[in-house]
């Protein structure tokens, strides 16, 4: 098809934001709960064969598992669309993050506190890429609740990095913790700009 001059012009900018995080964290949650769109997914059964491989401990209800990504789509208005990528959680898996984080303005690392070292990986990997990302305490019912700054020193987590506590099955709470990405990856880019 071709397209005139003007309407090209029309395409809005895409913006690609990563939602990463370890196994069983909510990623694939945050993504349903917040795009607009019905969101593509991955899933596959946990079945008796991951036995020893996959680990449920603290997630012992969950009964499926992201096998390469899930995505969701935000229009912001006529000029930005998000891409909302969700990334497998488990380690067999990861191969598949560095076609996923290619471009992304930055990444929401959701954290589960009952299985805080999960996103160790995730912190890890942006923190070299230097990506841009925020921390997202997905708040479990039943989960011990800790305080921002015990997180940050459990993670070992830069100051300039923020913690925020969400729930990601709120369309508004994970909307807040898009909101509050951009916010960082902007003042990141302004702190280094020339
Ligand atoms: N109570 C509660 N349950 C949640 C919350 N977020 C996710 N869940 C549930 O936790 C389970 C795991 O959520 P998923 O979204 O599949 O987690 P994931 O991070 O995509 O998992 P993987 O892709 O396997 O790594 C699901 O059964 C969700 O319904 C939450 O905030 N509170
Ligand atoms: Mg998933």
Redesign the pocket.
Same mark, same amino acid.
């Given at each position: 098809m071709v397209f005139a001059l003007s309407e090209r012009r029309r395409m809005p900018n895409a913006v690609k934001i990563l939602i990463a /995080? /370890? *196994? !069983?964290? /909510?990623? +694939?949650?945050?993504v349903s709960a917040v795009s607009e769109t019905r969101t593509l997914r991955t %899933?596959e059964l946990l079945t008796e064969r991951g036995v020893g491989v996959d680990d449920v401990s603290g997630?012992s209800?969950?009964?499926? +598992? +992201?096998v390469a990504m899930?995505f969701g789509r935000i229009t912001l208005n006529t000029d930005y669309v998000l891409y909302l990528f !969700?990334t497998? /959680?488990?380690e067999r898996f990861w191969f598949l993050w560095d076609e996923l984080a290619l471009g992304a303005l930055g990444a929401v690392v959701?954290a589960d506190t009952r299985r805080l070292a999960d996103c160790f990986a995730a912190v890890d990997y942006f923190e070299r890429r230097g990506t841009p990302f925020i921390v997202a305490v997905?708040? *479990? %019912?039943g989960a011990d609740q800790f305080e921002v700054e015990e997180i940050r020193l459990a993670l070992q987590l830069d100051p300039a990095i923020p913690i925020l506590l969400c729930?990601?099955?709120d369309k508004g709470s994970s909307r807040d913790m898009l909101i509050g990405l951009i916010d960082h990856a902007l003042q990141r880019r302004l702190l280094h700009a020339p």
């Open positions: /995080g /370890g *196994f !069983g964290a /909510g990623k +694939t949650t945050m %899933e997630v209800a969950k009964r499926s +598992t +992201t899930d !969700g497998p /959680g488990q959701l997905n708040c *479990f %019912e729930d990601a099955r």
